[in-house]
């Protein structure tokens, strides 16, 4: 089932379907998340239901998303895809004026082939409110990459840094003078390259992400997806973008391609020892020594001892869903449990190296073999391994 401890990490490729839950439930915390936004599925009535019990909203409450469902005429004939729209958006701005709306998707989009990027510019324009268009079909997409298509798409949107050239390395020269100073000297914040943080987090992780890297003299200058559609961060030549989720690799190629960003390769901040190594990779590119890290890390642990009694021991196989995967396996391997396989549907290794790179660590440092990893998981044969 595993690999020897001294053999190099290796991915194993199968050709099972993505068995995982429907990406469009991005929506779900999406909407939460940005707050002047409206998110319209255009899909059939199987995608309302799934909607419908995905989310549990309760009967009193207003969120900030619909359905826009496709008849049989739509579906056979293309017949009024446009119109059909427009008059759904006309409503939606009438009754709740968002900053943006954003279509997602669905398979049945991308079966009849529904120009919703044709559309959009056209609408836009017609109405006055942006329009994205985020692909989050479940025939090509695992459950969290709905996220990752959603804010590949407003990356496009976000505003150009006017961060020259020249004002770039006046920054970084001034940086490092205010490194060589004495230490009496104390500020909040050392005068660095601006530094973007993307991927969605409820506001109080963001917000202790945020103090964590201030400790380190570090200025986080937004994040996308922000609070609000208006307050999106400047992108541009010389700005620094980290990822904070595994299954955002489309949107980190969007950055580095198409906004010219450059992009801070680092584990993720999920549980104490992912949240060390991924500051630990950020404090050095803009010249800052990590301070009292492993400290901070040892107080978390102990902290958590009487959890990690409960799982030390115990064994666990990933069968493959959201793309957390991996960095969950290098996590319960540090608390002690035994992982044996890690499913996982789908793999950027130029994104994901430097997790795969502490996942090999982690358990070269608990002295147990490698788990096997599995990308595009036959869950037939998963489960015979299982059995086995």
Known sequence: MSVNIDEPLTVECETGNYHTFCPISCVSWLYQKIEDSFFLVVGTKTCGYFLQNALGVMIFAEPRYAMAELEEGDISAQLNDYEGLKKLCIRIRKDRDPSV??????????????????????????????????RANGLDYAFTQGEDTVLAAMAHRCPESEFSVRERKETIQNFFTFHSRKKEELVEYANHPSLVL??????????????????????????????????????????????????????????????????????????????RAWIEKICPVFGVEPQGLEEREERIWESLKDYLDLVRGKSVFFMGDNLLEVSLARFLIRCGMIVHEIGIPYMDKRYQAAELSLLQDTCIKMRVPIPRIVEKPDNSNQIRRIRE
């Open 101 to 134: 709306i954003i279509w997602i998707g669905t398979c049945t989009t991308e079966i009849i082939k529904m120009d919703l990027e044709g559309m959009a510019p056209k609408l836009e324009w017609e109405i006055g409110i942006p329009i994205l268009v985020a």
């Open 198 to 275: 993307f991927g969605s987090l409820p506001s109080n992780v963001a917000s202790q992400l945020n103090l964590e890297l201030k400790r380190q003299s570090i200025k986080v200058s937004g994040w996308l997806p922000a609070q609000k559609y208006t307050d999106l961060p400047s992108l541009g030549d010389g700005v620094y973008v980290c990822g904070i989720n595994p299954f955002l690799s489309r949107t980190a190629t969007t950055l580095v391609r198409r906004q010219k960003c450059q992009l801070i390769g680092a584990p993720f901040p999920i549980g104490p020892d992912g949240t």
